[in-house]
Nanobody, 123 residues
């Protein structure tokens, strides 16, 4: 069992930056692939970024070059650095964990989810 708690969301102006954190409790954090998803009002939850057990990173096309995912296995934490934020990045951001070896984009690959943290980007 893994519990995930996100933090770092908030209100930021367009062009600004935020760093989200996701702290995991439970055993064997390093065994899990970690992902970030987001959900805007009235829209489906969508893939943002993922990092494999070995540190390989994957991004949705619209986030490439602006967002960076990283993990610190010693702290059981995964991060999402978000730069050059746009109003369309406004959403609730969720952290997820799963034993995954491919197709990191798929939501159903992730067994554990956090409660989410709100990110609001003003124009």
């Amino acid at each position: 069992q893994v519990q995930l708690v996100e933090s770092g969301g908030g209100l930021v102006q367009a062009g600004g930056s935020l760093r989200l954190s996701c702290a995991a409790s439970g055993r064997s954090f390093s065994s899990y692939a970690m992902g970030w998803f987001r959900q805007a009002p009235g829209r489906e939850r969508e893939f943002v970024a993922a990092i494999s057990r070995n540190g390989g990173t994957y991004y949705a096309d619209s986030m490439k070059g602006r967002f960076t995912i990283s993990r610190d296995n010693a702290k059981n934490t995964v991060y999402l650095q978000m730069n050059s934020l746009k109003p369309e990045d406004t959403a609730v951001y969720y952290c997820a964990a799963g034993i995954i070896y491919n197709n990191y984009v798929a939501r159903d690959k992730y067994a554990y989810w956090g409660q989410g943290t709100q990110v609001t980007v003003s124009s």
